[in-house]
Structures are given as structure tokens and as C-alpha cells.
């Protein structure tokens, strides 16, 4: 069984700083990428950003895009967000998601269905 464990959220002042981390684990497993995703109260789940596991590519929400970075250690097997410039937007759980098959165009990486192993999700609480 593959398990996927986030943590790293938390309550944050307008303006301050997050990083969440998601650690794979269990069996063996194809790594084609991981991401992140994000729902607020009310809200669908969205893409925030994802990084291809075997070049390293990035890519970003526009609403992160600037503030939000994502990075991987593949020697853990884990995958950060670091949260920069929160505002209150950006509160909502955060979830990481691992795809397992080839991403073969760039929008099948902002596709829930896409993702076949997803993390219990952590909250994020940005107070203006």
C-alpha cells in the first residue's frame, strides 16, 4: 500500500510563511509527477502547483505564481510547497496527489482524475 503524509500547515499572519512537505510511502511505486491541490470551504479542489518527477519541470497556479514555490527530494521521496506572501485566499486544505502514469500535455497535470494516490490533506489558515 502506498500511503501519502502531509504536514506543515498551520495558522499564518497575512504576509508570512508556510512550507508543507509530503512524504511517499509504502511500496514500490512509478513517480510521473506530484502535486499539490487546494479547497477552500465551498469550493472545488484546484491545482496549485506540480513537479515532474523525472525532469524536475515546474508548474504553477497563475494565483500562486510568484509566491508559491515546489520542489522535491527524491531521495525521500517527498515533495515541498513553500508558501511565501500568504493572504487570506490562499486559506483552504491542502492536499498532495502522486501520479502514477505518464502526463503526456501539460493541462492533464492541473486534472484531479489524473492523480491516482492522494494525502489526508492539511489545513492552511491565513488571518488578515
Known amino acids: 500500500q502506498l500511503a501519502l503524509v502531509e504536514s506543515g500547515g498551520g495558522l499564518v499572519q497575512a504576509g508570512g510563511s508556510l512550507r508543507l512537505s509530503c512524504a511517499a510511502s509504502g511500496r514500490t511505486f512509478s513517480r510521473y509527477a506530484m502535486s499539490w491541490f487546494r479547497q477552500a470551504p465551498g469550493k472545488e479542489r484546484e491545482f496549485v502547483a506540480t513537479?515532474?518527477?523525472?525532469?524536475?519541470?515546474?508548474y504553477y497556479a497563475d494565483s500562486v505564481k510568484g509566491r508559491f514555490t515546489i520542489s522535491s527530494e527524491n531521495a525521500k521521496n517527498t515533495v515541498y510547497l513553500q508558501m511565501n506572501s500568504l493572504n487570506p485566499e490562499d486559506t483552504a486544505v491542502y492536499y498532495c496527489a502522486l501520479g502514477t502514469r505518464p502526463f503526456l500535455t501539460l493541462s492533464s497535470y492541473f486534472t484531479r482524475e489524473r492523480y491516482e494516490y492522494w494525502g489526508q490533506g492539511t489545513q492552511v489558515t491565513v488571518s488578515s
Open positions: 513537479i515532474n518527477w523525472s525532469s524536475g519541470n515546474t
